[in-house]
């Protein structure tokens, strides 16, 4: 079973998205061979289409996909077109984000969705991972339900079986995780020469 993985986070290092596509890869073994494309590199997209699953790989950007995944989609979709691939791959999400909710990612796992139903590839299962960026820090009995979302993801991709969303977040209340977030991005505002004030109560530029 062949697996076309499309890593859509822009970043070059510290990416979650990386990090979530490490850890699938490592736990999909021997079970599949394992192709990772970039969506910042719209091309290959022959051997993207000769695998038997796809699965995009990406941040939440506004509530959305980032604008560079939406490019590789239309031009996935053009190519599909064009060449229509003899096999029919199955489509799956995994939408990682900055808040706390995994549920936040619904609206932008639904655009892939609708993306596979428009290309007329069979859609799956999303996952979408609260906290993302926190829960790769946190100890084992603080991301049971990370953990276990990611294991039940997993065993819907590896049987080919569609499923309803799955939606994460950590064991930790939501204003624990207010309170640490707070703590991390106030001296980082300070250590740019910003304030709270500066960014909740934005001032018009002076000329
Ligand atoms: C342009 C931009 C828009 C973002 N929009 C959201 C958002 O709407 N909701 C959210 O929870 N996080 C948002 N984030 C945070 C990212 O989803 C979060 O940092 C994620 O972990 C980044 O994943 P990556 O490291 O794989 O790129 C945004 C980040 C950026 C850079």
Redesign the pocket.
Known sequence: MKLAIIMG?P?GR?????HLIEEMTAAIGDEGEVFVFNALRPEQFDKVLSCDRLVFVF?????SLPSHVISYLEQLDAFIKEYPPEKKPSVYAVC????YEGY?TKWALGRIQCWAEAVGFPWKVGLGVGA??FTIHLPPEARKKTDEGKKHFLQLLLSDTAGDNIYTEPDIPKEMFVEIANAQWTPQLEANGLTVDDVMNPHPRQN
Request: charged share 10%.
């Open positions: 986070s970043k510290g990416s979650i998205s990386a941040p939440l950007y506004y509530d990682n984000l900055g808040f936040q993302g960026p």
